[in-house]
């Protein structure tokens, strides 16, 4: 196989590689930040004027507004911290992997898979602060530090109460998806032997 090109690795095309892989991780989650803050905007409204049949009637429409109005810069800092902290966890995954003599070290071997544990977890909660940070934002309009630590507060207030729902939908979400799954079988199966 011929290619058209071929790419010199030198520190220029490693920083440009860099600045754009970090460019991608925080276009991906400034995408689904607006998207999260966009559906609580829509549930803030419809919760707060369910008083008619034509509650939260373009809503999507003014959620969207919100957005680009009023709160770019506190969706754009949430999703920079996310990004910041999957770049670290990228690069080093990436050093980890290059570490094979050190891997054969027990104590080395223990130290990387913690630590990327710990990047793991750390990731996690910056996405679980920020998504209930936009919530936060689309109900009170605050900018993104205030509503991250009022959102963390409510959720250690109610830690229990969060714990206990996200249970229930992690349990209906999998009943969900095995209902779909047996669903799709039985429709293929009754598809499969009696349709001629």
């Given at each position: 196989m011929e290619f058209l090109t071929e790419v010199v690795w030198n520190d220029e095309t490693r920083y440009v590689?860099?600045?754009?892989?970090?460019?991608?991780?925080?276009?991906?989650?400034f995408i689904i930040g607006v998207t999260q803050f966009i559906i609580s905007a829509s549930c803030a409204l419809w919760y707060f004027s369910s008083t008619s049949d034509t509650a939260g009637s373009g809503s999507l429409i003014r959620g969207l507004y919100w957005v680009f109005r009023y709160h770019l810069g506190s969706i754009a800092m949430g999703a920079f911290l996310i990004a910041l902290v999957q770049f670290i966890r990228i690069i080093f995954e990436y050093y980890k992997s290059q570490l094979d003599k050190a891997k054969?070290?027990?104590?080395?071997?223990?130290?990387?898979c913690l630590t990327s544990y710990l990047l793991d977890c750390l990731?996690?909660?910056?996405?679980?602060?920020?998504?209930?940070?936009?919530?936060?934002?689309?109900?009170?309009?605050?900018?993104?530090?205030?509503?991250?630590?009022n959102a963390?507060?409510?959720?250690?207030?109610?830690?229990m109460r969060f714990g206990m729902a996200n249970s229930i939908g992690l349990?209906?979400?999998?009943?969900?998806?095995?209902?779909?799954?047996g669903a799709n079988a039985i429709v293929v199966y009754s598809m499969l032997h009696y349709v001629d």
């Open positions: 590689f860099l600045y754009s892989l970090f460019g991608y991780l925080w276009m991906n989650a054969e070290n027990k104590v080395v071997k223990i130290l990387l990731e996690r909660f910056i996405k679980f602060i920020s998504k209930n940070a936009y919530i936060q934002i689309a109900i009170t309009g605050k900018n993104f530090c205030s509503s991250a630590w963390f507060c409510l959720i250690l207030k109610n830690a349990i209906f979400s999998i009943l969900g998806v095995l209902f779909i799954a």
